[in-house]
């Protein structure tokens, strides 16, 4: 049987693929037991049983599932660690017999610790590729931001130049009907244009208040954008 296990984000080894064993995937290594032996020294083990079918002795006699999972039936296994960046134990590799007068020799050890080392070098080029699939998205994510600024930037610059020119053709009207006051109070009395004239500067003042709204959402949006200006005509 084949058993592989690594160390999850709760830095608990954990059994990821197996093939040979059932009820072990997912199940944690057990505290003491050979895989979180392997995982702190780093070094591989050998255990050989007597080629008779009695357990493999070794650390923990009869565990030789590096889940630490009780298998009296298997013979022989090699566990060896999987190596990451840093010499930094990712997992542990397991190799296990149950037949019957079934060994390892050392130079099984040495081939399981070779495919353990390509385990770990394999995973660490997965890790390498995620890495630059997530700058990759967070530069696509950062060339729409910067897209959806200038677009924002071209909106601001849109609206408030017309704004602009709203507010100061209103300014002007307020100051010709100031200087025609007189003329448009004797309008009103000989033609009775009371309720017009009286109605002229409420809607100027709600001309005006609706333009200083406009001029808060401009520069709300220049902000945004940082363009670190305010008002309607700047």
């Keep these: 049987f084949v058993s592989v296990m690594l160390v999850g984000e709760e830095d608990v080894l954990r059994t990821v693929a197996n093939v040979g064993l059932e009820g072990v995937k997912g199940l944690a290594a057990r505290p003491g037991g050979l895989g979180e032996h392997v995982r702190s020294t780093g070094t591989a083990r050998l255990l050989i049983g007597d080629g008779r079918g009695t357990p493999a002795s070794g650390l923990n006699t009869g565990v030789v599932s590096a889940a630490g999972v009780a298998r009296p039936d298997v013979t022989a296994s090699m566990l060896a660690p999987i190596m990451g960046p840093g010499e930094v134990v990712r997992g542990v590799l ?119 709204r406009a001029n808060d959402v401009i520069r709300q949006m220049r902000q945004v954008v940082r363009l670190g200006r305010t008002g309607i005509g700047e």
């Design 94 to 212: 397991t190799v296990g017999k149950r037949r019957r007068h079934a060994l390892f020799t050392p130079q099984d050890l040495e081939v399981c610790s070779a495919i353990a080392t390509l385990l770990g070098e394999l995973l660490a080029r997965a890790d390498a590729a995620k890495d630059a699939e997530d700058m990759e998205r967070k530069l696509i994510a950062s060339e729409r931001l910067t897209v959806l600024g200038e677009l924002a930037a071209g909106v601001v610059h849109d609206v408030a130049s017309p704004l602009g020119a709203v507010r100061a053709n209103l300014e002007t009207l307020i100051g010709h009907l100031a200087e025609l006051r007189p003329l448009l109070e004797a309008v009103e009395a000989e033609h009775g244009l009371t309720p017009v004239l009286e109605d002229l500067p409420a809607l100027l003042c709600e001309t005006y208040e609706g333009l200083f």
